[in-house]
């Protein structure tokens, strides 16, 4: 995984609510095997027409608007577990999604590819939206270290949360996968001394 | 509804009390804590399909890695397949590579537990985990997929998680995940006859909307929830995603431990009455503190339907949707988004609308007893002339059971056929998608925009109202 670095971009505003993955990346697209290709069909049905033309008016399709910043309504990414709405984000050249309110599993997903979700006060993000309105040219500052956002319109900074050992994850480029590999005598153990009574270990007829 | 939002001093960066049942099973899984970090879980059931594998598998290959601990995962194929002709190879060459990528994963890492097309053991992996007994009380599960939380009805931590964290199960049989908040649900007095589980599931969710327990893991609680069958809590389970929460789960109890018993991955003999004995341990204590508790009365509940583009826009089968003025200001501009999507206006009734397609089926409502529920009212009656009706079994053994009950003859007397098992058009990956602009009545989970199809039009309700629509062709109260 790519380190993360501060960010200073101008930004794409999606000013909508309950922004779901079926919206991030429909389901006939979850038909692939790898992770490639993903970007070209986000939002696919917001930004295409039938036959596959873009639609004008989608935020995508506006030239005005760009960068690697991602700015939605609140309850981003809710529905499916599909990690496909995190690799069409990535895909498409997003490194931060700022919202003022994150589900639950795609909040983990997008950390998981190292794409940083922000989550802002609804002020703070109204502020974000008003300023792009007047200048698309906007941008955003993201310091993942010091974990402060600006508005560089308002010159407005606010605090962001994230737990110190996925901060750590992101800043150096590391994944779980690599924590919990250097784990597995832990995990051993574990096996060994839990409850007898509490796993299914063993207990699995056909497969003793 | 009334809200008791507890405030419980932090003590350490920990609660004071953890008393829950979601707070004894959590705690009986963790294999360390990092600290201002997450918790490594230790998972001992992990449920793998064809869609949200395959780049799992293609991780380990990279790292050079095994499986784990292979026997502890139970693969099936459910997402991506059509619902006929299953002997048949599969025509679409992009669908057909992706199930035969999921062969040869199974094959390549030794993967015992492995039920590929028209294998009777096939289904959808939340109908097939507990039908064969994988699924037991005071398990934590994992599966690809958010409706994970279904298993949390036999009191297990259940839920949904990315590719990535399926590559961890697979790679380490654990994952590292932040202790969500609790919250305890409790539903008061009985369910009026004819308002099913799933009724109490969209009044539900319409309360607290599609955000409003993110952050949490959810106990069910309530003589409505007891008295409910294990089927039924499973449908109220399966939902809790649908309100943001990272599962739901109800304390098991000779409800559960009747369903349990005897089936093919259950314990047996002496080890049965070890495990009964302990899984009788698992209940929130009657002190338990929860961060939030609501309390609903069940008896206010009547058939639901949803209006909008997402499962929180919900209410009873008779009223009208909500006016602008009653929607928020902010909320507004993805409101009428939404009915615009939907072609409805603010302010409508819907009862008595036509309909097009009527689908019974999916992990929320694709079992035994919402095929009997659905076969009991279109006896004798005819399905309606303007409906396309899908009728898809949720595994081969809940088909295998239909035609046993002779529910098969019942329902094709009617004008209904029984299609074969697997997720179809509740996400419409496979043939199974409503055209653009024709309104569903789908006893599924989700009415995103173009969820069963691009352009569909998707009322989510109970099984029974989707047969009142059937043979009505309309948005009819059962």
């Known amino acids: 995984m790519e380190k993360f670095k501060t960010i200073t971009s101008s930004v794409v505003p ?153 901060k750590e994850c992101l800043l150096n480029g590391l994944d779980d ?11 051993e153990e574990f096996e060994r001394k839990r409850s007898p009574l509490n796993p299914p270990r063993g207990t699995l007829g056909e497969c003793k | 509804m009334t809200t008791n939002k507890q405030q419980i001093p932090p003590l350490g960066g920990r609660r004071a009390r953890r008393t829950t049942l979601f707070d004894k099973i959590w705690d009986a899984h963790v294999v360390s804590t990092i600290e201002n970090g997450p918790t490594q879980l230790y998972i001992d059931r992990h449920f793998c399909h064809e869609v949200t594998s395959p780049q799992a598998f293609n991780g380990l290959r990279a790292r050079g890695l095994k499986v784990f601990r292979p026997e502890l995962t139970t693969m099936t194929a459910d997402h991506n397949i059509p619902t006929i002709d299953q002997d048949k190879p599969v025509k ?16 390549e890492f030794n993967m015992p537990i492995y039920y590929p097309l028209g294998h009777s053991k096939n289904g959808i992996v939340h109908v097939i985990g507990p039908e064969n007994g994988f699924t037991q009380p005071g398990m934590t599960i994992v599966c690809g997929d958010s409706h994970t939380s279904t298993h949390g009805a036999f009191g297990t931590i259940a839920f949904g998680i990315g590719t990535s964290e399926v590559e961890m199960v697979l790679a380490t049989q654990c994952i590292l995940q932040t202790r969500p908040k609790t919250m305890r649900i409790t539903f008061n007095g009985k ?38 069958t294990m089927e039924e809590r499973m449908t109220v389970c399966n939902l809790s995603i649908e309100m ?33 004995a302990y899984w009788k341990t698992l209940k929130s204590d009657d002190d338990a503190v929860f961060d939030m508790e609501l309390t609903f009365d069940a008896s206010e509940i009547e058939p639901m339907i949803t209006y909008g583009t997402n499962p929180g826009m919900g209410m009873r089968i008779s009223d009208s949707i909500p006016t602008l003025d009653e929607v928020g200001e902010t909320g507004r501009i993805s409101f009428q988004k939404s009915l615009d999507y939907m072609g409805f206006q603010p302010g409508e009734k819907l009862l008595g609308k036509s309909i097009d397609y009527v689908f019974l089926g999916s992990c929320t409502n ?101 047969a009142a629509a059937a043979v009505s062709g309309r948005i009819t109260m059962p």
Not at chain 2, 395 to 421: C, H, M, N, T, Y
């Open chain 2, 92 to 107: 679409d060459p992009i669908s057909r590579h992706q199930l035969e990528t999921f062969a040869k994963n199974a094959k």
């Open chain 2, 191 to 228: 369910l009026k006859p004819g308002v099913t589980s799933k009724d109490l599931a969209l009044y539900m969710i319409s309360k607290l909307t599609t955000g409003g327990a993110t952050g949490y893991f959810v106990e069910y609680a309530g003589e409505a929830i007891r008295n409910m």
């Open chain 2, 366 to 466: 694709g079992r035994i007893e919402d095929f009997r529920l659905f076969a009991n009212y279109v006896k004798g009656k005819k399905k309606a002339k303007n409906v396309t009706a899908w009728l898809v079994p949720g595994s081969w053994k809940v088909r295998k059971q239909i035609e046993e009950e002779g529910l098969d003859k019942i329902l094709e007397a009617a004008g209904f056929s029984i299609r074969q098992p697997g997720c179809s058009a509740c996400l419409a990956m496979n043939d199974d998608k409503i055209p653009a602009g024709k309104y569903a009545v789908s006893t599924s989970n989700r009415n995103f925009e173009g969820r069963q199809g691009p352009g569909a039009r998707t009322i989510l309700a109970g099984p029974l109202v989707a």
């Open chain 1, 14 to 166: 999606l000013p909508i609510e309950n922004v779901d993955t079926d919206q991030i990346i429909p389901a006939r697209f979850l038909k692939a095997t790898d992770k490639e290709g993903f970007g070209d069909n986000l939002f696919a049905d917001w930004r295409y027409q039938k036959d596959g033309t873009p639609k004008s008016d989608f935020v995508l399709n506006n030239p005005t608007y760009a960068g690697s910043i991602l700015v939605a309504g609140k309850n981003f990414g809710s529905g499916s577990s599909r990690e496909h709405a995190a690799w069409a984000i990535g895909g498409y050249g997003f490194k931060v999604v700022v919202s003022s309110f994150f589900a639950d599993i795609f909040k983990n997903n997008a950390l998981n590819n190292g794409i940083l979700p922000v989550v802002v006060s609804p002020e703070f993000l109204n502020d974000i939206f008003k300023a792009v309105k007047k200048d698309p040219k906007t941008t955003l500052t993201v310091n993942l270290q010091d974990q402060v956002i600006t508005n560089n319109a308002n010159k407005a900074g606010e605090t962001f949360e994230i737990n110190a050992y996925k």
């Open chain 2, 244 to 276: 943001g929460a990272r599962g739901g789960l109800i304390a098991p109890d000779e409800t559960t431990f009747n369903y349990v018993k005897g089936r093919e991955f259950a314990p047996k003999g002496e080890e049965w009455d070890k495990k009964l």
């Open chain 1, 177 to 187: 996968i690599d924590y919990l590999l250097s784990k597995k005598e832990l995990i």
